[in-house]
């Protein structure tokens, strides 16, 4: 398993590209919609790794909320992983609690599935199956 992405929510995506590209280098991906979540994503190169910025698309989506009462900032961690059913299965197995009961499809076109954050230390988790 490795970090497949780092999510930031953020306010405004070209704001956040302003401050990251020159940076980290590099520019981000095309922005996508993500209807399902409500959110407007972006993704930029960091190494293995990306930052994937997070602008919502209504307020009342997961990211509005989470912008309304904590600000902008780091939102998830991704793991890239084989199999995001097992994935999620192993959370549960453990006693961990699931945002997600089955994978979805997300960002990219990429099998997705997240974990609460009361399972690890205040952290959500998502994991991501690998790009095909």
Same mark, same amino acid.
């Given at each position: 398993?490795? =970090? ?20 980290? &280098?590099? $520019? ?5 919609? =993500?209807?399902?979540?409500? =959110?407007?994503?972006?993704?930029? %190169?960091?190494? %293995?790794? $990306?930052? %994937? ?17 904590? &600000? ?5 961690? !991704?793991?890239? =992983? ?19 009961? !089955? ?12 974990? $609460? ?8 988790? %998502? ?6």
């Amino acid at each position: 398993m490795q =970090v497949d992405h780092l999510g930031i929510a953020v306010r405004s995506l070209a704001d956040a590209l302003g401050r990251y590209e020159p940076v980290v &280098g590099g $520019h981000g991906s095309p922005p996508e919609n =993500v209807e399902s979540q409500g =959110v407007r994503v972006t993704f930029l %190169e960091a190494g %293995e790794s $990306h930052l %994937e910025f997070l602008e919502p698309l209504r307020p009342d989506s997961a990211v509005g909320r989470f912008l309304e009462k904590r &600000g902008e900032g780091i939102h998830h961690l !991704a793991f890239r =992983v084989p199999d995001v059913a097992k994935a999620l299965d192993n959370v549960r197995s453990h006693g961990g609690r699931l945002i997600d009961e !089955a994978p979805r499809i997300g960002a990219r076109g990429r099998t997705v599935g997240f974990a $609460h954050p009361a399972s690890f230390h205040g952290v959500l988790v %998502e994991f991501v199956g690998a790009p095909k």
